[in-house]
C-alpha cells in the first residue's frame, strides 16, 4: 500500500513538473513576457520619466543599399538607450531608399527603463501623428525626407528620393526627438 502511494504521489509530481516545463518553453523569453505586460499595463505600472529626447544615429555607408538589386538589409544594431535597442532596415525601392528603425524592449526585470513614442494612458498607448525627424550629412547639411512613417510599436520610417541619396554616399545622421524615456515596475 505505503509503495503504490508512492507510485501515485511521484506520478503527480512528474505530470506537474511536466506541465511547468512545457508553459516555459511554450511562453516567450522572459524579457518578451515582460515586455508584453508591460505595454499593455497589466501588473506594471508605466511612468513618463522625460519627453522628447534627442536620439542621434549616424548610418554608415556600408548599411545603406545604393543598388535596387542589392537584398534589403536587415536587423543592423544601430543604437542602444534606456535598455532599448534600434535596430534597421533598409531597401532600395527604386525611386527611393528606405529606412525603418524598429525598438527592441530589453526588459529582463521587474522594472527598469525603456523608451517608445507615444504616450501611455489608461485607455492604452496614443502614438504621435507625425514623425520629427531631421537628416543631415557629414557637414551638418540639412537632407530632404521624405514619407515619414510610424509603427507598428515603437518604430519609425523615411526615405531617401533618388536626387537626394548622392547626399548621403558618405553615410549621414538622423536625429529624432520623438522617443519618450519611460519607467516601469511591477505593481
Given at each position: 500500500?505505503?509503495?503504490?502511494?508512492?507510485?501515485?504521489?511521484?506520478?503527480?509530481?512528474?505530470?506537474?513538473?511536466?506541465?511547468?516545463?512545457?508553459?516555459?518553453y511554450?511562453?516567450?523569453?522572459?524579457?518578451?513576457?515582460?515586455?508584453?505586460?508591460?505595454?499593455?499595463?497589466?501588473?506594471?505600472?508605466?511612468?513618463?520619466?522625460?519627453?522628447?529626447?534627442?536620439v542621434?544615429?549616424?548610418?554608415?555607408?556600408?548599411w545603406?543599399?545604393?543598388?535596387?538589386?542589392?537584398?534589403m538589409?536587415?536587423?543592423?544594431?544601430?543604437?542602444?538607450?534606456?535598455?532599448?535597442?534600434?535596430?534597421?532596415?533598409?531597401?532600395?525601392?527604386?525611386?527611393?531608399?528606405?529606412f525603418?528603425?524598429?525598438?527592441?524592449?530589453?526588459?529582463n526585470?521587474?522594472?527598469?527603463?525603456?523608451?517608445y513614442?507615444?504616450?501611455?494612458?489608461?485607455?492604452?498607448?496614443q502614438t504621435?501623428?507625425?514623425?520629427?525627424v531631421?537628416?543631415?550629412?557629414?557637414?551638418?547639411?540639412?537632407?530632404?525626407?521624405s514619407?515619414?512613417?510610424?509603427?507598428?510599436?515603437?518604430?519609425?520610417?523615411?526615405?531617401?528620393e533618388?536626387?537626394?541619396q548622392?547626399?548621403?554616399?558618405?553615410?549621414?545622421?538622423?536625429?529624432?526627438?520623438?522617443?519618450?524615456?519611460?519607467?516601469?515596475?511591477?505593481?
Open positions: 500500500m505505503n509503495n503504490r502511494r508512492w507510485a501515485v504521489l511521484s506520478t503527480v509530481i512528474l505530470i506537474i513538473a511536466a506541465i511547468f516545463i512545457y508553459q516555459y511554450k511562453s516567450d523569453s522572459p524579457s518578451e513576457a515582460i515586455t508584453e505586460k508591460v505595454l499593455n499595463q497589466d501588473g506594471y505600472t508605466v511612468t513618463l520619466r522625460s519627453e522628447h529626447i534627442p542621434e544615429i549616424f548610418v554608415k555607408p556600408e545603406i543599399n545604393f543598388n535596387v538589386d542589392e537584398p538589409k536587415k536587423d543592423i544594431q544601430a543604437a542602444e538607450i534606456h535598455n532599448s535597442t534600434l535596430l534597421l532596415d533598409v531597401v532600395n525601392r527604386g525611386n527611393d531608399i528606405y525603418s528603425f524598429r525598438t527592441i524592449f530589453n526588459m526585470n521587474p522594472s527598469g527603463a525603456f523608451i513614442n507615444g504616450y501611455f494612458t489608461e485607455e492604452g498607448i504621435y501623428t507625425d514623425t520629427n531631421k537628416l543631415y550629412d557629414e557637414n551638418g547639411e540639412e537632407i530632404a525626407v514619407q515619414t512613417g510610424l509603427g507598428p510599436g515603437a518604430a519609425f520610417s523615411f526615405g531617401i533618388e536626387e537626394q548622392k547626399l548621403i554616399k558618405e553615410g549621414f545622421y538622423v536625429k529624432y526627438n520623438d522617443f519618450n524615456v519611460y519607467n516601469y515596475m511591477e505593481k
